[in-house]
C-alpha cells in the first residue's frame, strides 16, 4: 500500500483492516456505538483547527474525519445495508434537489431569500420521505421529549431535554434543591464505590453529569462554555506547575504529588484577584 490521492485506495486500506484473521485487531472489534465518540472528536478537531486558523492541520483532521465516514459506511457494507458509494450518491442527490437555481433549468438566478426559502421547502419534503419510510411509530400520543435531537453533544442534549420536561413543570423551583441532588448522587457514586461495580459507577456518575448540567441551568450558564473555561483553567495552572518546576531544572516526573499540588496552590493564587484593603486597616485601627 502506498499513498495516493484516490479515495478508492482509503476504501481498500479500511477493507483490509477489517479482513477477519489478516486484519487489525482493533478495527475488527469495532462497531458503529463504539466509534460514534471518536466521530465526533474529530468534528470537534475540525473546528479546533478552524477556530486556531491552522489549515495545514485543518487538512489532517478533515483526513481523520473522512475517515470515520469511511469507517462507518465499511461497517454498513459488511451488513449489506449500504456501502460508501451509496452515501456519496445520497448527498450528492441532496444537494442538487436543494440547488435547482444551480443545477436545474430556471428562469433567471434567485435572490439568497428565495434560496432560503427553497432550501428548508426541500429540506422538509426530505424529512417528510425520510419519516414515510419509517416502520410506523407506536401508537398512542408522541413523547414531548421526541423533538429533541439523539446527535447532540451530550451535554447540549441534557440541557435541551431538561428545558422540554420544565415546559409542563417538570423541574427544580430553587438552584439549591438542585445542589440537594447533585450531594445525592455524589453518596449514591460513593456507595457504588464501596461496592466496587463498574457498570452501577458509570450509570452514577452520568446521573451526576445529568445533575450537574441541571444547576448550570438554574444559575444561568451554558455547560459546555463553562466545561470550556474550566479546561481553559486547569490547562493555565498545570502550565505554570511545569514552568515553575522547569525553572528549578526539575522535571513532572520527578516531582511528588505534595509538590504539585502546591505549585497548583500558588497559580490559583496568583489568578486570584487581591482582597481589598479594609477601612479599619487604612486609618490605623487595624
Known amino acids: 500500500m502506498t499513498p495516493s490521492r484516490d479515495i478508492s485506495q482509503l476504501l481498500e486500506i479500511m477493507a483490509a483492516l477489517r479482513t477477519p484473521v489478516t486484519g487489525c485487531p482493533w478495527d475488527l472489534e469495532q462497531n458503529f456505538a463504539t466509534i460514534a465518540p471518536y466521530t465526533i472528536e474529530e468534528a470537534y478537531e475540525v473546528v479546533d483547527a478552524i477556530t486556531r486558523g491552522d489549515l495545514d492541520d485543518l487538512r489532517e483532521e478533515l483526513g481523520d474525519l473522512l475517515l470515520q465516514v469511511v469507517f462507518h459506511a465499511r461497517m454498513a457494507e459488511e451488513r449489506n445495508v449500504f456501502a460508501f458509494g ?45 419519516a414515510a419510510r419509517r416502520p410506523p411509530e407506536p401508537a398512542g400520543p408522541k413523547s414531548l421529549l421526541s423533538s429533541v435531537k439523539a446527535g447532540q453533544p451530550a451535554l447540549t442534549r441534557a440541557m435541551e431535554l ?20 447533585i450531594r445525592e448522587e455524589a453518596d449514591e457514586i460513593e456507595a457504588a464505590l464501596d461496592k466496587g461495580d463498574a457498570e452501577e459507577l458509570a450509570s452514577e456518575t452520568g446521573d451526576l453529569l445529568f445533575a450537574l448540567v441541571n444547576l448550570a441551568r438554574h444559575v444561568g450558564a451554558d455547560p459546555e462554555t463553562a466545561l470550556r473555561g474550566t479546561n481553559a483553567k486547569f490547562e493555565r495552572r498545570f502550565a505554570y506547575i511545569e514552568r515553575a518546576l522547569a525553572a528549578k531544572g526539575r522535571s513532572l516526573e520527578g516531582a511528588s504529588l505534595g509538590e504539585m499540588d502546591a505549585l497548583w496552590n500558588e497559580a490559583k493564587g496568583e489568578e486570584r484577584p487581591a482582597a481589598p484593603t479594609s477601612t479599619k486597616a487604612q486609618d490605623g485601627r487595624g
Open 162 to 181: 431538561q428545558r422540554k420536561a420544565s415546559t409542563v413543570g417538570f423541574d427544580w423551583n430553587d438552584p439549591r434543591a438542585v445542589l440537594h441532588k
Open 86 to 130: 451509496d452515501v456519496v450518491e445520497a448527498i450528492t442527490r441532496k444537494m442538487i434537489r436543494r440547488h435547482p437555481h444551480v443545477f436545474a433549468d430556471s428562469e433567471g438566478r434567485l435572490t439568497p431569500g428565495h434560496v432560503k426559502e427553497n432550501w428548508d421547502r426541500i429540506k422538509a419534503e426530505e424529512k417528510a420521505e425520510r
